[in-house]
Structures are given as structure tokens and as C-alpha cells.
């Protein structure tokens, strides 16, 4: 079947291109205000057409450990939660990247700490960018800022993940998980043959081909020092050559501005509005948009820093991307804060007030 172009929520465009991106099996829990990932799902019955699994595991404790299983076994696997749901997967997650199983995870922010609201937020940016369970690790983070890099971003996860042997994390929030555009959804992919699985994934704990390798062990548990250090050390290697390769960004009017603003997701929706505005008032303003959170643009940000006057980062929080882009810029010009808290989006007026204070 060819492109497909519906109007979607971008919790509906993630299930959507769930199915059509060869997905085996997705494990998840109901939790506003990503739901709608898993009802859609439910509604379109993929296991009658593809044969994925969509299972609503009890938990999601319970989902994670469904995806480290799954992953371990060479299966194309996701979950899905908000905020408070993604905290409680941090050990699944930690394992899974010790244990190098690749798998998706898309967190739609909501509002915190603890319960907070269901309301929008970015302040799960520090979890996400930092590993957030135990140990020495990253995860690939990607923030999508539309519905349709919601969907799009569904097969770059997985084949990122896949890549690497990595869990990868799509790190969006309740504004484009809740609105509603025009997405051209992907041809569908086929599911991979078992024999296909083999071939890709000669790591995986899955039964192919015993009799020649012997068994597969999917594990984070090393009990010896010495080995558990040269694992840490293949896997900060493994990073090393992400981060060299695998960043991605997108600027706009940055080549002439005085003043860049900084923002991913949603802000950076506003705040190109916001741009727009401070322009037209005579403020030569550009826009840096992450679209890969880890590994972070260091680099561009700190050549970019290079000719303007100052940076001001935009965030739904209370300012935690703001200290990546003060490492990356070395003091060389200020970097300056701007955020709302408690669900609250920002307006493109306030943006451009904080500009001017600049």
C-alpha cells in the first residue's frame, strides 16, 4: 500500500506508523495524555492484518520488562507512557541498555514532579538525556516537534535502535501528542521472517541456529570487575561514535542573527513564532532546534555561539536543556532561560519580551 494522508492526533500517528514500520509486538499502559497511542491500536487491530501483538500490560514495570523480552529476541518492540509512567521503566531501561537490547519508547511529558497535572511539559529532559536509571549509560533521545516527525520518527527509532543495540526514546509532550495535522503516513514495511531475524540479529536470545553457536544470554550481570569494566568501556565507546555521527538538528534564519534561540518540541514551535515577530520588530533573532537531544548538538551550538550576541533557551520547565547549551558555548556569549511551569505552554509575546530583555 502507498503513502497514506490522514488527519491525526500525534499519539495516532505513532500507532499508525507502528503498524506500517514492521512493528512486532507493543506493550503499554494508559496514561493521559499518551492513551490515545494504545487505544488507537486497540482500534485498528493490527494483529488481524500483520500479526503485531498489542498487549495493556498490568503495569509498566511490566511493559518494560515485555520490551527487554521482546528486544532480546530480535523483535521490533515499543512502549509508550507520560512522565511518571516512563520514571517507574528506569530500571527496565538501564537494563536493557546494559544488556544492549534495542527497543522504543515514546514519552508524551506531562506536567511534575510526582503526579503533577496532565498538562504539557519538557521537564522529563534531564531523565531522558542522562539515561535516568543507574549506571553509566545514554539512550538516543529524539524530540519531534509535529505530528507528522511523531510518525516519522517511529521507523528512525527503531532503526537507530537497532543499529546500535540501544533503547531509543522519542521525547515529545502533551501539546503534539494532543493536536492534530495532516500526516503522510509511510508505506507499509512486512514484519522480518524469523529467517530475516537471524540474519540481522546473530546477538539475539531467540533459538535460530543453536547447533553451531550454542545459546544467546541477554544480560546486564557481570560479577567480575575487570569484565564489567571492559563492557562500560565497549559501551562508552559504542556512544562515542553516536555522538559522532548520529546528531541532528535544524536551524532557521541563523545565518545573519544576532540572537539565537534555543528550543526542541513544542517550544520550538512557539518560538518560531516568536522569531518571526522579534524580527519584524527589528531584532535579527534565528532558531536552533535539536531534534536529537542525546547526542546533543554541542558542537553546532558551540560554532554557532561563535558570532551572535546572545542565546536564550525555551523550555516547559524550569530550565534543564539551558546547561547544554552553556557547556556547549563556553561562556563565550550569555545564555539566557526562559520557561513556564505547571503545564502551562508559553506565548510567543513572552518569548519575544525575554528576547528584548537580552
Given amino acids: 500500500m502507498e503513502n497514506e494522508i490522514l488527519l491525526l492526533k500525534g499519539n495516532e500517528a505513532v500507532a499508525h506508523a507502528a503498524i506500517r514500520c514492521g512493528c512486532d509486538g507493543y506493550f503499554g499502559y494508559p496514561i493521559t495524555p499518551q492513551s490515545e497511542v494504545l487505544e488507537t491500536l486497540a482500534e485498528l487491530k493490527p494483529w488481524e492484518t500483520t500479526g503485531m501483538v498489542v498487549l495493556q500490560a498490568e503495569s509498566e514495570v511490566a511493559s518494560i520488562n515485555m520490551l527487554y523480552g521482546g528486544g532480546g529476541s530480535g523483535k521490533r518492540v515499543m512502549t509508550s507512557s507520560s512522565s511518571v509512567g516512563i520514571a517507574l521503566m528506569q530500571e527496565g531501561i538501564s537494563y536493557m541498555a546494559g544488556a544492549e537490547v534495542p527497543g522504543l519508547l515514546v514519552n508524551v511529558q506531562r506536567g511534575g514532579p510526582g503526579l503533577g497535572t496532565i498538562q504539557p511539559s519538557q521537564s522529563d529532559y534531564n531523565q531522558a538525556t542522562r539515561g535516568g536509571g543507574n549506571g553509566d549509560y545514554n539512550i538516543i533521545v529524539l524530540a519531534p516537534n509535529s505530528v507528522q516527525e511523531m ?208
Avoid at 540572537?259 to 512557539?270: D, E, K, L, N, Q
Wanted: with cysteine; glycine share 8%.
Fill in 151 to 358: 510518525a516519522d520518527f517511529v521507523d528512525t527509532g527503531f532503526e537507530l535502535a537497532f543499529k546500535y543495540r540501544t533503547p531509543v526514546m522519542i521525547l515529545s509532550d502533551g501539546v503534539i501528542g494532543q493536536m492534530m495535522e495532516k500526516v503522510v503516513l509511510p508505506p507499509f514495511k512486512p514484519r522480518r521472517t524469523e529467517e530475516e531475524i537471524a540474519r540481522e540479529c546473530p546477538w539475539a536470545a531467540n533459538g535460530h541456529d543453536l547447533k553451531r553457536r550454542g545459546p544467546n544470554v541477554i544480560t546486564s550481570l557481570e560479577l567480575d570487575p575487570a569484565v564489567m569494566e571492559q563492557k562500560n568501556l565497549h559501551l562508552q565507546a559504542k556512544y562515542q561514535k553516536i555522538r559522532d555521527t548520529e546528531v541532528r538538528y535544524e536551524t532557521t534564519y541563523c545565518d545573519d542573527a544576532d540572537y539565537i534561540i534555543v528550543a526542541f518540541g513544542s517550544a520550538a514551535r512557539i518560538s518560531l513564532t516568536a522569531m518571526e515577530t522579534a524580527r519584524e520588530q527589528g531584532l535579527k533573532v534565528g532558531l536552533f532546534r535539536p531534534i536529537t537531544l542525546w547526542p546533543f548538538p554541542t558542537k553546532e551550538i558551540g560554532e554557532l555561539s561563535k558570532r551572535v550576541k546572545g542565546i536564550l533557551t525555551v523550555e516547559i520547565n524550569a530550565g534543564q536543556m539551558v546547561f547544554d547549551v552553556r557547556y556547549a558555548v563556553e561562556g563565550r556569549v550569555p545564555v539566557h532561560h526562559f520557561g513556564r511551569l505547571g503545564g502551562i505552554v508559553p506565548d510567543p509575546d513572552e518569548i519575544v519580551e525575554a528576547l528584548n530583555k537580552l
